[in-house]
Nanobody, 115 residues
């Protein structure tokens, strides 16, 4: 089992920045892809960004050029640097990890961007 705990959410004005962090613990041998998803009220959960163990990344079109995902395999951490935040980025952000084809989720952290 892998446990994921997010931190770093909060309230920020439009145009501001936040950095989300996610720590993996438990049976963490060779976690493969890690990523961030978000879910706004009344909407489906959507991919924000993913990163492979080797560091390859992909992003949702809506965040390209504004968000950066990174990971530290030695510390079992994944980060999401969010710049130029917009009100439409308001959502609960969830950390995700894949290990041996099993998917794990964190409890989520709220990000609210005021206009």
């Amino acid at each position: 089992q892998v446990q994921l705990v997010e931190s770093g959410g909060g309230l920020v004005q439009a145009g501001g920045s936040l950095t989300l962090s996610c720590r993996a613990s438990g049976s963490i041998f060779r976690i493969d892809d890690m990523g961030w998803y978000r879910q706004a009220p009344g909407k489906q959960r959507e991919l924000v960004a993913r990163i492979t163990r080797g560091g390859s990344t992909n992003y949702a079109d809506s965040v390209k050029g504004r968000f950066t995902i990174s990971r530290d395999n030695a510390k079992n951490m994944v980060y999401l640097q969010m710049n130029s935040l917009k009100p439409e980025d308001t959502a609960v952000y969830y950390c995700n990890a894949i290990q041996n084809y099993r998917e794990y989720w964190g409890q989520g952290t709220q990000v609210t961007v005021s206009s």
